[in-house]
């Protein structure tokens, strides 16, 4: 860009275009990186919700020494812990002494040796479940594993 007399100065079309091009791909990729920060954050989320409900019902368990202690239920994307025996859906958020939410859209499967898609877990006056158990928590195609001990 020269500055002679009568001429005029300015950016030439070629320039602009180009910034634009570099602008719009920088902004892809925060976006790209965004979403998947925000995942990420969902599946510890909900990864740190389940293994608190998990130590929860296991203190209330040992506190409850009668019989069937304790155990929890996941519903949807809530999980209540109650005292006594919660097969059979008993455990709402109406006799529940604690509950929680996952982060929204995640999908938690819980699993043993002998099923799939547990959604009751009854622990006895112990603290602990009758089988090792494990755990997936997907969203978005990512997903976390773990054991429940």
């Known amino acids: 860009m020269d500055s002679q007399p009568g001429k005029q100065a300015g950016f030439s079309l070629i320039e602009l275009m180009v910034t634009m091009v570099i602008f719009i791909m920088l902004t892809l990729a925060a976006v790209s990186l ?84 547990i959604t009751t877990i009854q622990l006895d006056r112990t603290g602990l479940a009758v089988r090792a158990l494990n755990y997936t928590i997907t969203k978005k195609g990512d997903h976390v594993n773990g054991k429940l001990v």
């Open 34 to 117: 965004g979403s998947s920060w925000l995942v990420s954050s969902d599946l510890q989320k909900s990864e740190s919700v389940l293994k608190m409900a998990h130590s929860k019902a296991k203190a209330l368990a040992i506190r409850n020494a009668n019989g069937t202690a304790a155990g929890l239920q996941i519903t949807g994307q809530k999980v209540f812990i109650c005292a006594g025996n919660v097969g059979g859906g008993n455990c709402t958020a109406n006799t529940a002494t604690w509950s929680a939410s996952f982060a929204k859209n995640t999908e938690i499967s819980i699993s043993d040796s002998e099923s799939n898609d």
